[in-house]
């Protein structure tokens, strides 16, 4: 019986050590295998910790050894904590793979694809406006970043970026290439576009109007509405730089603030000056005192992105004129540095003259004139009836101060310059060109350069970049899109104002239905005034996500499409205006050889983080596993 329970093997003594062998190794592999899987668990988590601070990876030159990198740090920082972890690193082989630099930028490739497939997926069949920026990063490289703007199927306004485009070539067919490459690579159709913005300085130096005019051309309905997106007072400002002399006065001012404002025992020393001549000026009963009047001020940098900040810098430097002086004689005597020195002596040559009073005056009082208009402008919950009235205000009170300002101004100017000792030019006598020869210039009085070269051709230039910016077109439609507003019960509903806004989008409106619309006006604004549900509500999108969540986008499906285009007009602040914030820290000055793939990657899951930490590990490692297939090995 014996030879029925100790059967013999089939196989040679040898071989069976062979099939132990490969049992051993498969057993083995398994363990490999389970192992980078848990590791590559572990290392998309670092991923999603680092990409919250903008770290994903580091280049060579960034770090001194492979030991000191964010990545690396993280993953022996978790391994210190977990000992399954530290055991899978410590029984791996030695050329782990999975923490090498390919790898790692893998995983970034693979977070932002996943990441712009969701975002994609949101969007679905949503129409939706584009927002473009172009800027230079830390290379000096020009990068065109993309942020689409639409709303989810939860009546949410949603603004997403889409990565960044290296811009070679700053042409108009090459920006349109740039749009049309990224909308093929994600199956994004032009037809579906209905709004256009995009920066203030490229947009003035014209690369982004020929863009414009081709996106219009292949669709009419992709309305270009700029004025609500971006700073107002920083495109005056930057026409006025277009003038010799008003580029000047902001060269200077720049300049000042830089060597006046940059220490506080200078800025010190400009109160105590300030607060000398105020206190003489009581005396005399030149001035009266009270609450809240003859503040000390000090002299802020102007800035683009700050608002009122070039007509506040204006302010003050009208009001502290003879205390900068001051100043500026004091660094000339006592600082050490030449620079300083140099620069102090050439605001003092420069600024006590009456071409310098005459820019600064004028400016300020266009800037103030357009003042209330910016501000309005940047607010969060816009107010578009009192933004257009204000801008046909600020249109007709330059155009007053054109026809009749010229004469105030010059008194002004001229009682300025009396005040600091500055000579006044006669305005009959011929005026001189400064470091220029008299043969290669006109021969004209000082009245006619001042006048006709430089009030009314400063004031045209601020007319035309108003009319450029608030077109009849814009302006009619933005205050069709008012009438939408739910605030204080619909006061400012118009169905006949709505009917014209539906036929500005015939693609997405037939005949049909703006019947059909006519008559579903009627009823929706019946039902939102005796609703309860309705009756606080407070600006668009807050009105799309209450008729989404009530289901009466289905009652009023047509009513419901005009909330929709209306609020997928760009005419907020646009999420563009954070990505070269993100773009100066993702590429540093110590890490600012990054490729532009590496960079857009790193950028897709940096701003678009809430939705990258959406995305399961799973879903991570199934894509990291089609563009890598060895890590398994």
Known sequence: MERYFKRKSPFSIEENDDIEKSRKDIFKGARVLAGSRTLLSVSIDCVRFLTRQGLVFDDDEFAASEDQRDF???????????????????????????????????????????????????IGDALFSILLDKSPDVSQEEQMSIVLRYMNNTGDVVERFMGIEHVSSATSLS????????FSRYGLSISRLRGQVYDVTSD??????????????????????????????????????????TGSLFSLASRMVNIVGVLSNRCDLLREKQAAIISNALQNSEISSGQSLNQHNIVNSPHDAHWGSHYGTLTTLITMFSPILDVLEMIIDVESCRDQRFWAKYLLDGMPSFDF????????????ISNELSKALQRNDEDIVN?????????????????????????????????????????????????RSGRNTKEMTNLHYFREGLFYDVIDMQLQELNDRFTEINNELLLCVACLYPNDSFSAFDKEKLLRLAQYYPKDFSPTECMKLDDQLESYITDMRSSKEFKELRG?????????????????????KLVNLALILPIATPTVERVLTATNIVKARLRNKIGDQWMNDNLVVYIEN??????????????????KTCWEQ
């Open 204 to 245: 003035i130096q014209g690369e982004f109007n020929g863009l414009k005019e081709l996106i219009l051309k292949e669709n009419p309905r992709a309305f270009y509405i700029h004025c609500f997106a971006y700073r107002l007072e920083g495109a005056l400002v930057d026409v006025a730089k277009n003038h010799m002399e």
């Open 357 to 368: 009073a005459f820019s600064l005056h004028l400016m300020r009082t266009i800037l103030g």
């Open 540 to 560: 668009l999108s807050n009105l799309s996500k209450k008729l989404n969540a009530t289901k009466k986008n289905e009652v009023y499906p047509l009513v419901y």
């Open 610 to 627: 809430d939705v990258f930490q959406k995305i399961d590990d799973d879903v991570i490692m199934r894509g990291f596993r089609s563009v």
């Open 72 to 122: 690396i740090q993280l993953l022996r920082c978790l391994a210190d904590q977990n000992a399954e972890i530290k055991a899978i690193m410590e029984n791996a082989p030695e050329n782990l793979v999975l923490i090498s630099r390919d790898i790692q930028n893998d995983i970034a490739s693979v977070a932002a694809v996943e990441t712009l497939s969701f975002i994609i997926e949101d």
């Open 387 to 435: 933004a257009i009235s204000l801008v046909k205000v600020c249109k007709q009170q330059l155009q007053v101060m054109r026809e009749n300002g010229w004469d105030s101004l010059l008194e002004q100017v001229c009682s300025f310059c009396q005040k600091h000792d500055i000579d006044v030019p006669n305005m009959d006598g011929t005026f001189i060109h400064q470091g």
């Open 175 to 182: 920006l349109k290439a740039s749009v049309d490459k990224l």
